[in-house]
T-cell receptor, first 112, second 115 residues
Framework: DGGITQSPKYLFRKEGQNVTLSCEQN?????MYWYRQDPGQGLRLIYY???????QKGDIAEGYSVSREKKESFPLTVTSAQKNPTAFYLC???????????FGSGTQLSVL | SQQGEEDPQALSIQEGENATMNCSYK?????LQWYRQNSGRGLVHLIL?????REKHSGRLRVTLDTSKKSSSLLITASRAADTASYFC???????????????FGKGTKLSVIP
């Protein structure tokens, strides 16, 4: 089945630790996105990538980093510089820039 | 950055009734999309309406777009308990500073359909 797979579903971060969230898609989409969702809030764009080896900052990129070495993969690292990382993280992809997004099932990140 | 604003924030109706949710936005758009999210899950795309379209239907869903008022509405007819979820509008517009187009999401309407 085609889709987007995020892992892990739940992740805990210790003080000063970097953690990496995985996002893999087999839809052959060029564009991939990372969003952050806080309780009762909408989605805010962290980073996006329109093509392999290229990515751009979104509205809230500080404290996060990404890579896009393969078309299928767009991992997100939450660094120790992100002081309030507790949130639900959603990865998405799209076939074209103006089209609909396909979302993964999300990763809930919490701080120990 | 621009963000769609949904209204109401929460809506509770009886099964079989219609549910209407509204979305307002600030600047010109290429298209407007509606998504659904069940608690703790990812979003699922429902419908996309382009800026030159005024109305679109998909099953029990009806979306309208009024670009002069910068607003859209989502109507779910004959609601079911399974429609209980949060509904988000997202505006597709030129993204500031990057020369690209991005989707910006509102905060959503939480719909509860009571059996």
């Amino acid at each position: 089945d085609g889709g987007i797979t995020q892992s892990p579903k739940y992740l805990f971060r210790k003080e000063g630790q970097n953690v990496t969230l995985s996002c893999e898609q087999n839809l052959n989409h060029d564009a991939m996105y990372w969003y952050r969702q806080d309780p009762g809030q909408g989605l805010r764009l962290i980073y996006y990538s329109q093509i392999v080896n290229d990515f751009q900052k979104g509205d809230i990129a500080e404290g996060y980093s990404v890579s896009r070495e393969k078309k299928e993969s767009f991992p997100l690292t939450v660094t120790s510089a992100q002081k309030n990382p507790t949130a639900f993280y959603l990865c998405a992809s799209s076939m074209e820039q103006r089209g609909k997004l396909f979302f993964g099932s999300g990763t809930q990140l919490s701080v120990l | 950055s621009q963000q769609g604003e949904e209204d109401p924030q929460a809506l509770s109706i009886q099964e079989g009734e219609n549910a209407t949710m509204n979305c307002s936005y600030k600047t010109s758009i290429n298209n407007l999309q509606w998504y659904r999210q069940n608690s703790g899950r990812g979003l699922v795309h429902l419908i996309l309406i382009r800026s030159n379209e005024r109305e679109k239907h998909s099953g029990r869903l009806r979306v309208t777009l009024d670009t002069s008022k910068k607003s859209s509405s989502l109507l779910i007819t004959a609601s079911r308990a399974a429609d209980t979820a949060s509904y988000f509008c997202a505006t597709h517009h030129r993204y500031s500073g990057a020369g690209s187009y991005q989707l910006t999401f509102g905060k959503g309407t939480k719909l509860s359909v009571i059996p």
